[in-house]
């Protein structure tokens, strides 16, 4: 992921300080894979050295001495080329899953079974996720990014009855 | 619109009436009897007219005698109006089924004017059929009725040729407009047609020639001049109008009364489905009033008649034997009319509520609930209704009723008064009980499923 | 476990469609369950069969003790009316009722006074976040509103299985889950047992399991290895 880019969207907010922004990081994105430190450290040092954000100060709160970041204009620009442009629409292709379920249907065998068993792990990620969701606690980004994996997994389970029957038809157009 | 046009609307309306469903050909047939039936009575009307002089007959008085011919003339022709609440409420029927399958055609690009010229096409073919049929059937059953009764004078009775394709003509014309009013009610878009959603309640104005009806027709029993007749005459037109036009007013009071009461479910389900459509009930309701107004009136004439000689020995009074039978025989021809016009109404209210009836009867209301609460809906419909009409004819022909009160003509009067209203109510409520086949298809699993 | 509901080698015929053919399922009491499938494989008519709707050709059908499929229909109606709750797609509510009278009608079926069922049924629009459009007309209502209102009468009875067909179909994706979130949280905090019939898997994910009818009969259920 674009994690320098996601910094800057971070620091449009006004100067933050680097665990400040590791922090907004894995609450903004829960879907996505923690933030380590270290990262958000290094990230930052190239981002200063090719002048998209500036030392705005130093803070310290009780604990250590924190360095704050700012936008800088040049970042601001930066930012906003990035939010400008679309993402590529990626066919999804390729994946494990993909893989599996075709050669699962190529190799014969009780591919309905595959599937079905497939499906049901499916679901039980979705339950888990509506879960996650519908609690009581829930913020609005967990939300988001449960229904952003819920639409996914939603699309590989239409995929796969989809392929199901396709190759039945194919199959009895083959025996006729 | 040009003369190509309407051909083509014709065409289409010719193709239309081809692929047509079971359904739809009884409608069809019910429409054809209507107009057949309206020309039918709208020709002896005019025949009547048209018969000049009087012969002495021991019993056929209502045809031979000159002054009493208007007045049978203005009967037969009275009975076209059941006929018309019949097509009217036959034709909404019609109309929404084939509009609904119009709607392609409006995808296919024809105007809403279009779809409803071709419901017109429709109406002038079937009111052209239904009149023919009228016609034929009226010509030849009068040359046999006169040839079984051994009339003489055929020429002298028979209807002249000119006066028949005007009366046609008036049928057709009818039917068209019949057809032409009807669809005002039905909104046809290309994806879909949808009967619209809230009509306005009928006005409380519409009860206004009632309640100026019946104090004129009170005080013209007490009124000892030479026009108190004509007031009298004034009253009842007003009172009978009122009838027609203040039925779904009453009905709606009625059952806003029921629906404040109700203490069960069928009531109140009675009570707000009249609540939400008094008008399709109130116009065979009131055709069902006037049946019991004018039999109370005829009860009231009964007496007169008992009274003041005795109509079975006396071959004198054969005339009053024979003309009060046909008087009977008309009025339960027009309830029957008015009833058959009740089971259309319902069978199209069924249709309409099926799933809602369904989903009721799935959770858990029984069918048989269901079905006492339609029997509900006609009662409250029906019975304060008929009870106007009795009361306005009462107050109307027998002013004697409350000015010299005699016991055994108050009892007669009213007797006959409660038993026409009862008739009337009971004829109602059977032909709600007979149509519970239809709830019961109506309530069925099958209308669960989403289309 | 004992299960609530049961059925057994169930078949049911229209004219010559054979919509289910030996359909078995099992489902324990307060268990939220989904019963789902390809439009046309026979789900909706399974769920028919459960609530006592229709009586399968063939098979058994049981609530508990209960034969469904040998009781007469009396018995079944009274069995819908006391301890089944039903949900449909587009509401079925009375389109002359006012949402209160809808809910109230029903408990007035069940043998409850008129203003004791209009003051359950107020206290049920308002636990579903409807008591507002309590006066209103189902055609004065959205979807939404409608389905509310569908489940408030499904539900002021306290029934032991509330059976829900597609009851977010007719409604978008956000106003669908409110919607559906609002009914198994209820039927959670009553311990209601509540079978789902969906075509959607995100509504499927909803429930506690996924039971899948597929050519009118229960898919075996797979033993899932990660």
Not at chain 2, 117 to 130: C, F, I, K
């Amino acid at each position: 992921m674009a994690t320098p880019l996601v910094l800057l969207a971070l620091l449009a907010e006004g100067a933050k300080h680097g665990y400040e922004l590791k922090r907004e990081h894995d609450e903004r994105l829960p879907g996505a894979k923690p933030l380590p430190y270290g990262q958000v450290y290094s990230t930052l040092q190239r981002l200063e050295r090719d002048g998209f954000v500036a030392v705005a100060g130093v803070v310290q709160e009780g604990g250590p001495e924190r360095t704050v970041y700012e936008l800088t204009p040049k970042g601001t620009e930066k930012l906003q080329a990035w939010l400008a442009e679309t993402e590529p629409p990626l066919p999804y292709v390729g994946g494990a899953l993909f893989a599996r379920v075709i050669m699962a249907l190529v190799a014969g065998g009780d591919a309905r079974a595959a599937l079905d068993r497939q499906r049901a792990a499916h679901l039980e990620r979705m339950r888990e996720l509506t879960r996650a969701k519908t609690a009581s606690d829930a913020s609005a980004a967990a939300v988001l990014a449960s229904d952003f994996a819920l639409l996914h997994l939603d699309a590989d389970l239409r995929w796969m009855e989809l392929a199901v029957r396709r190759l039945a038809d194919l199959t009895e157009e083959m025996n006729r | 619109m040009t003369g190509g046009r309407t051909r083509d609307l014709f065409a289409v309306a010719g193709m239309l009436a081809r692929g047509t469903s079971r359904g739809e050909r009884r409608r069809r047939r019910l429409l054809v009897s209507g107009a057949a039936l309206a020309t039918f009575f709208l020709l002896g009307a005019a025949n009547l007219l048209l018969i000049r002089g009087t012969t002495q007959t021991e019993w056929a008085g209502l045809v031979a005698e000159e002054g009493l011919r208007p007045g049978t003339a203005l009967a037969l022709a009275l009975l076209v109006v059941p006929v018309l609440a019949l097509l009217h409420q036959v034709g909404r029927v019609a109309q929404a089924a084939q509009e609904r399958r119009l709607a392609a055609l409006r995808l296919a690009g024809a105007t809403p004017r279009d779809v409803r010229l071709l419901g017109v096409a429709e109406a002038l073919r079937v009111g052209t059929v239904g009149a023919l049929i009228g016609t034929v059937g009226y010509v030849a059953g009068q040359q046999a009725a006169m040839a079984a009764l051994g009339v003489g004078d055929t020429g002298r009775y028979a209807i002249p040729p000119w006066p028949v394709p005007a009366v046609m003509a008036l049928v057709v014309a009818a039917a068209a407009l019949v057809s032409l009013r009807v669809s005002r009610h039905v909104v046809v878009s290309p994806l879909s047609v949808a009967r619209r959603a809230s009509r306005p309640a009928p006005s409380p104005y519409t009860i206004i020639p009632l309640a100026l009806g019946l104090p004129i027709v009170v005080a013209s029993a007490f009124i000892d001049a030479a026009w108190n007749l004509w007031l009298l005459a004034l009253g009842a037109v007003l009172a009978i109008v009122g009838i027609a036009a203040g039925a779904a007013r009453v009905i709606l009071e009625s059952a806003r009364l029921a629906g404040r009461w109700a203490r069960t479910p069928e009531t109140l389900l009675a009570a707000r489905a009249l609540e939400a459509d008094p008008r399709a009930g109130g116009r065979t309701m009131a055709v069902v009033a006037l049946v019991v107004f004018f039999g109370t009136a005829t009860g009231v004439v009964t007496w007169d008649v008992v009274r003041t000689g005795g109509i079975f020995d006396d071959p004198e009074d054969r005339f009053w034997l024979v003309s009060l039978g046909l008087t009977y025989g008309a009025l339960l021809f027009a309830l029957l009319v008015a009833v058959t016009a009740l089971v259309v109404h319902r069978a199209e209210a069924l249709l309409e509520s099926g799933r809602s009836m369904a989903a009721l009867a799935a959770a858990g209301a029984p069918v048989a609930s269901l079905r006492r609460s339609t029997l509900r809906q006609t009662l409250i419909a029906a019975t304060p209704v008929c009870a106007i009409g009795a009361l306005t004819a009462l107050l109307g022909m027998a002013p004697g009723l409350f000015l010299t009160p005699d016991l055994p003509m108050v009892a007669w009067t009213a007797g006959h008064a409660l038993f026409m209203v009862a008739l009337a109510v009971a004829a109602a409520a059977a032909v709600t009980a007979l149509s519970n086949r239809l709830l019961t298809r109506a309530a069925a699993p099958v209308n669960l499923r989403a289309e | 476990m004992t299960p609530l509901l049961q059925a057994r080698d169930v078949s049911v015929s229209f004219g010559r469609t054979r919509a289910l053919r030996g359909a078995s399922l099992a489902i324990g009491a307060g268990e939220i369950v989904a019963i789902s499938g390809p439009s046309g494989s026979g789900k909706s008519t399974l769920l028919h069969c459960l609530a006592g709707i229709l009586v399968p050709d063939d098979g058994e059908i049981r609530y508990g003790e209960t034969r469904l499929d040998e009781l007469d229909e009396d018995s079944r109606t009274r069995l819908r009316r006391e301890v089944f709750g039903i949900v449909f797609q587009f509401g079925g509510l009375v389109p002359e009722l006012t949402a209160v009278e809808n809910v109230a009608v029903s408990l007035m079926f069940g043998g409850l006074g008129r203003a004791e069922a209009a003051a359950a049924a107020l206290d049920w629009l308002g636990r579903l976040g409807v008591d507002d459009c309590a006066p209103l007309r189902p055609g004065d209502l959205s979807g939404g509103q409608v389905q509310r209102v569908a489940m408030a009468r499904a539900l002021a009875h306290g029934p032991k299985v509330v059976f829900a067909d597609e009851p977010t179909g007719a409604l978008d994706s956000v106003a669908g889950e409110e919607v559906l979130g609002l009914l198994l949280g209820t039927a959670r905090d009553h311990g209601t047992t509540v079978v789902l019939v969906t075509h959607d898997n995100r509504i499927a994910a909803y429930a506690d399991r996924e039971i899948v009818v597929r050519d009118g009969a229960v898919a075996a259920s797979p033993v899932v290895t990660r």
